[in-house]
């Protein structure tokens, strides 16, 4: 089993700056792509970023120039820059990991991280 755990998340006002945190832990696996998700009040879950074990990134147009997503492979780990904040912006940002085991390595799998609070005040 893979846990993922997110941080960084909080209370920022419009224009400011976070970064969250993400990290995958457990044993016998490979990343193959972390990301992060987001869910407001009332809407479905929608992806923000993503980025591949090849540091292949993709975005969502409503954070394109304003986040930047990487990742460590060595350290299963990932990390969300987000600039220019806007209202918004407020939910609650999923980070994800796709992952294969060893034992395994045809199947892959992903995991959630519990989820961390973005609030952005105008």
């Known amino acids: 089993q893979v846990q993922v755990v997110e941080s960084g998340g909080g209370l920022v006002q419009a224009g400011g700056s976070l970064r969250l945190s993400c990290a995958a832990s457990?044993?016998?696996?490979?990343?193959?792509?972390m990301g992060w998700y987001r869910q407001s009040p009332g809407k479905q879950r929608e992806l923000v970023a993503l980025?591949?074990?090849?540091?292949?990134?993709d975005y969502a147009d409503f954070v394109k120039g304003r986040f930047t997503i990487a990742m460590d492979n060595a350290d299963n780990s990932a990390w969300l820059h987000m600039n220019s904040l806007e209202p918004e912006d407020t939910a609650v940002y999923y980070c994800?990991?796709?992952?294969?085991?060893?034992?395994?390595?045809?199947?892959?799998?992903?995991?959630w991280g519990p989820g961390t609070q973005v609030t952005v005040s105008s």
């Open positions: 994800f990991a796709t992952v294969r085991y060893y034992s395994s390595y045809s199947q892959v799998r992903t995991y």
């Open positions: 980025i591949s074990s090849g540091s292949s990134s």
């Open positions: 457990g044993s016998s696996f490979s990343i193959d792509a």
